[in-house]
Structure formats: structure tokens, C-alpha cells
């Protein structure tokens, strides 16, 4: 007489499926972020072995030897006729003798996150994609795409042209009598804060994006809502931005325009979704 058939079978067709177990999925998580943490660690020490190098680079915004940044100044009255320029040498203070130090450790940490956000950033794509659709793996590759570029935009943005004009602007209005001193740990601060601030900024566009995915915003309402469109953003550079009008103003301009590709991207994605749609009704 042939067995019944056991509680064994679903196992087996689980199996087959190639589907985890929860045990199987807290193994390969852990995994997963020992060998993160792992990069993360060998990208501290090579980012603090240059550390010099990178605080070097941090600087630079407060020597203009850009071009355009050069000619915003004379357009605005800033250039080195106007005495606005800082001095060619500019005296960095530390108050403590470990300040210098735990700078660098610090910007040791950032470099190694940034050097092993790529090998990270795969390790999470890794452990996520198994549990999602090819429609859901599009949306999230395209997501992550355009979110690092955006990332990359803004910051270079503020380390190439908002800070080397805004810096050398803010020092001009050190008086004659007095002699700039900038502290080391709190300027360098300023600026990381700075490029990290545009380039969340940036994000704004893919925020929408998934708004709009979500059916949570159409492109009628992004129209509709430009003005106070307008004040949010104004809001938003103004709390991720140093406290000068300037920055603030700088930032708002290119996250307008963001703004405005991004009604014409919610368009083109209300278009396509709706396309296959069309297409099979009688």
C-alpha cells in the first residue's frame, strides 16, 4: 500500500521554488553586511591614509580658481579689484591639540562610506531583488540611477561653484582691522554639510517621480501647485543651506528647474502607464 502523502511535499515544492527560509534569511542578511562592514573598514583606512589629501580638497572652495566663479565675482563687484578676495593665505585655527585628529577620523568615516557605497549599495540590491517583480526591479534600478546622478549633480554643484562664490563672498565682509582665522574642524564642517545638503536637495525630482508612480500625484496637480511649489523649495534651501541668502537663493534656482523636468517626467510616466491600457480596450 503506497504512503499517504506527508507534511514533507510542501517543503519539497518550497525547495524546488528556490524559496529561503526565514533561518536561510538571516544567514545570507549577516553575511551580507559582515562583508559591507568589511569594505566599509578597508575604505576608512585608505580614506584616512589620504586624509591630508582630502581635507587638502575640502579647502579648495575657499580659493577661487574657477573661471565662472571668477567672473560672477567681477560681475557683482566681488573681484580682487574690490579687495573681496580673501587673502592668499588663509589661517586655519585648532583649539584643541586632538581637534585635528578627530578631523580627520571623521572625514576618514565619510570617505570610507562614500568609497564602499557602490559595493553596499549591490549588497542590498542583492538581498532585495529575489522578493520583487521585473516591473518592480525597472522602477528600483531606475531609481537608484537617477538618484546618484541627481547626488552627483548637486554636490559638484556646491564644490565647484556655489561655495567657491559663496565663501570668498560671505569673507569680504571681514573689516580691514581684523584678520580671518577660520577654524579648522567647524569650516570643513560647514562645507561637507553644504555639498551633502544639495545633494539630498537634488533628490526632489525622484521624490516626485515616485509620488507620481504611486498615484499619490499626477502632473495636473504638479501644475496646479506651482506657486506653492515655489515656497517649498524656498524652504527647503533655506533649512539645508548655511544661513545667508545667497546659498539659499543658489540652491532654489536649479531645484525650480528640477521641478519643472520633473512635471514633464511625471507626464511622459502617466503616458506610458496608461499606454498598454489603451491598447486593449475595445
Not at 534569511?25 to 566599509?40: D, F, I, K, Y
Request: proline share 7%; with cysteine; aromatic share 10%.
Amino acid at each position: 500500500m503506497d504512503a499517504l502523502p506527508g507534511p514533507s511535499i510542501p517543503e519539497q515544492k518550497s525547495n524546488v521554488e528556490g524559496r529561503m527560509t526565514f533561518t536561510e534569511h538571516l544567514t545570507e542578511l549577516r553575511t551580507r553586511l559582515v562583508r559591507s562592514g568589511a569594505v566599509v573598514m578597508v575604505g576608512f583606512v585608505v580614506s584616512y591614509y589620504f586624509s591630508n589629501w582630502i581635507l587638502e580638497q575640502m579647502t579648495r572652495p575657499l580659493r577661487v580658481e574657477n573661471a565662472l566663479v571668477m567672473w560672477l565675482m567681477n560681475m557683482t563687484g566681488m573681484g580682487p579689484e574690490a579687495g573681496a578676495v580673501p587673502k592668499a593665505v588663509v589661517k586655519w585655527v585648532t583649539l584643541t591639540p586632538l581637534e585635528t585628529i578627530f578631523v580627520k577620523l571623521k572625514f576618514g568615516a565619510y570617505g570610507g562610506l562614500l568609497l564602499a557605497a557602490p559595493y553596499v549599495l549591490y549588497h542590498i540590491c542583492g538581498f532585495i531583488f529575489p522578493g520583487l517583480t521585473s516591473k518592480e526591479k525597472r522602477v528600483v534600478q531606475t531609481l537608484i540611477a537617477g538618484c546618484s546622478v541627481l547626488a552627483v549633480f548637486g554636490a559638484s554643484m556646491a564644490y565647484y561653484i556655489v561655495f567657491p562664490f559663496v565663501l570668498p563672498y560671505m569673507m569680504a565682509f571681514t573689516p580691514d582691522f581684523a584678520e580671518a582665522q577660520l577654524r579648522l574642524s567647524d569650516t570643513l564642517d560647514l562645507i561637507f554639510k553644504g555639498i551633502l545638503a544639495f545633494a539630498i536637495g537634488f533628490q526632489c525630482p525622484m521624490a516626485v517621480l515616485v509620488l507620481v508612480w504611486l498615484d499619490l500625484l499626477s502632473p495636473a496637480t504638479l501644475k496646479k501647485y506651482r506657486r506653492v511649489a515655489v515656497v517649498v523649495i524656498l524652504v527647503i534651501a533655506m533649512i539645508l543651506t548655511p544661513p545667508d541668502p545667497f546659498t539659499m537663493i543658489i540652491m532654489a534656482i536649479p531645484l525650480y528647474v528640477l521641478y519643472e523636468i520633473s512635471i514633464v517626467l511625471s507626464t511622459i510616466v502617466v503616458r506610458r502607464r496608461k499606454a498598454p491600457t489603451e491598447v486593449t480596450t475595445p
